[in-house]
Structures are given as C-alpha cells and as structure tokens.
C-alpha cells in the first residue's frame, strides 16, 4: 500500500445515546483520493472532525501524516487544509480580499499575499468575480472560493466534507477537476460523499460506511465485484412505459429494479444469467419497445444497496427530476 497518510484503528465517537462513529479503522495512502462513502447520519463528518483535531475521539487511535491527533494535534493542524460542508469564508468581503487576509493570517508579506491570492483564483476560475462579495457568488463559485481557501498554504493533505452537496452538475463536475488537480499535484484527499457516482469518478479507494462502521472496503471495481452478480441495464422507446416495464422485469428476473435519472431506463441486478433472454423476451409480449439493452457490473447504487439493505441518497440531477 505504500506510505500512509491516515491510519485509523477502533475510532469511536458517541454523542448522548448516539454512536455517531462506532470504531472505524482505515488506511489512506498517500497521494490518494479516499472515498467515505455513506448517507447522512453514517457518521462521515464526526470521522472527518476527528481526524482534523477539532474532535477528540472517546476511543480508538489516530495519525494523520505519522502524527497522533490528539497528542500531536497542533502538527497535525499545520499539516492540514479542511473544507466543510458550509461555507467558511466571510461572505461580506470579496472573494480576493478573504484569500488575502487568510494569506496574511498565514504568514504571507502583503505583496507576496496578493499574488497567491490571485493565482488561486485564476486556478479556479474565480478571477473575474475577485472583487464581488462572496455573497453574490453562485453556489459553485462558493465552493471554490472555499477550497481555494484551504489551499492559501498547499497542505499535505486536505479534508473535503461533501464538497458537492447542493451544486449543479456543471459545478460538480468543476469541482472534480479541482480534486484531480490537487492529486496531480501530490496532495491527499479525504473525500466524504452521499453520491455515488462522485465516488466513482474520483476514489482510489472507498470506504463504505453505515451506522457509524465501515461495512466494506476497496477500489470502485472491487466492491462491484464483491457483490458477486451483473446488471441489466434498459432503455426503453416511450418513458411512460417504465412502471409496466418495472414491474415485468422484477417479476421475470426476481431482483429489484432500480430507476435511474433518465426517465426511459431501467437496471437490475443478475442472480441468474439465464433469466436475461426471457425478460426481454416478457418485456416484448407486454408490448414494451426497448431500444438499448446492455449486460455489466453492477453500479456503486447496487452494491450500496447490497451492503446496507437500503438505496443511497439521490444526486442533485435526481432530485431535481
């Protein structure tokens, strides 16, 4: 596995009654993005704060970069750039004058301040929106500002707690450029997520976790193969057909059937192979036009669902459908 950049053994955090983390162990190496993969509630913040120092954990060890993060909690924080959920910059100022003042907080000369600041955002395509207040920013120009932000001092390693809740397809996928190239560039990411396909596109590795535990481990690849079965996906001519043609194909194939963000298509799980050809063949006597069919591994959804017994949740295309 090479060097590690975290390291995790029996991490626990409860909160009252709640067991918000509920002895996690992992392994992230460095130079790698790590996915923590889980709905909300899984416990992926609590993780996340804990590893940053701004939690102790109430039992289990961790390093971050050799260091333990609460004996050498101050290290760490040096070594470190975080990226939560909401908005840390100050929305009254301008998205060069935060930049700015977190370069002099760090320890940057005036002049030597404005020139990082102004190559973060032209590195983020912010530079024409330098001198609007954050406030006016859209909603993935915000979540740039504030990776950029995280970025004032290039850390080691960065912590990005849902980086994409909320935004636009174009601006999530602006954002997985950014994630590329921080990786590129040698820095660690530590990416908790509720999308799957975000996993996907992004993690070396990923971390499922439910009910404050990790329930599986490995590549995108490795977990779909773990699941033991392909998938059937359909397209179908006239979308208005898809609940007739839900119902045939959980009948024939006897798996649930997931409904994607395309109005028209379809997908299930295969246990037997030889059920394939009849449920097309079911969907063809029903009078259901189908335009594309196509056999692969199943998708991070179905091996979600497999793990915990329940879907994950919805992406924002979704959502908005």
């Known amino acids: 596995m090479g060097k590690l950049a975290i390291e995790t053994r029996g991490l626990k955090k409860s909160f009252g009654e709640t067991h918000a983390v509920a002895g996690v162990d992992l392994a992230v190496s460095a130079g790698s993005v790590f996915g923590v993969l889980g709905p909300n509630g899984a416990g992926k913040t609590t993780t996340i704060r804990m ?126 450029e950014i994630v590329r190239g921080m990786v590129a560039m040698g820095t660690t990411v530590l990416l908790t997520t509720q999308y799957l396909d975000e996993a996907d596109q992004l993690a070396d590795r990923i971390a499922v976790i439910d009910h404050g535990k990790v329930i599986a481990e490995g590549s995108s690849g490795e977990l779909k193969a773990s699941v033991g079965a392909g998938s059937l996906h359909v397209r179908l001519r006239a979308p208005e057909q898809r609940a007739d043609a839900e119902r045939v194909l959980a009948a024939a194939l006897d798996e649930p059937v997931e409904l994607s963000a395309d109005p028209a298509a379809l997908s299930a799980r295969i246990s037997d192979p030889e059920r394939v050809a009849r449920s097309l063949a079911e969907l063809s006597r029903s009078g259901i036009d189908v335009t594309e069919f196509a056999l692969g591994q199943p998708s991070l959804d179905e091996v979600f669902l497999t793990l915990t017994g329940h879907a994950a949740e919805k992406t924002p295309e979704e959502e908005a459908a």
Not at 56 to 62: F, K, L, R
Not at 83 to 107: I, W
Not at 110 to 138: P, W
Not at 155 to 166: A, N, S, V, Y
Request: glycine content about 8%; proline content about 4%; overall charge negative.
């Open 51 to 176: 590893l940053a120092t701004l939690l102790q954990p109430d039992a289990g060890e961790a390093q971050v970069l050799g260091y333990d993060v609460v004996r050498d909690a101050q290290a760490v924080r040096s070594r470190v750039g975080l990226t939560g959920q909401y908005a840390s910059v100050d929305e009254d100022l301008t998205g060069a004058e935060n930049l700015l003042l977190l370069a002099r907080l760090l320890g940057y000369s005036r002049h030597r301040g404005k020139e990082r600041a102004a190559d973060l955002l032209d590195a983020f395509g912010l530079a024409e929106a330098a001198d609007r207040q954050v406030k006016k920013y859209s909603g993935g120009m915000r979540r740039r500002i504030d990776i950029a932000a995280s970025l004032v001092v290039p850390p080691e390693l960065i912590f990005l707690d849902e980086p994409t809740t909320g935004l636009d397809p174009r601006s999530r996928n602006q954002v997985w």
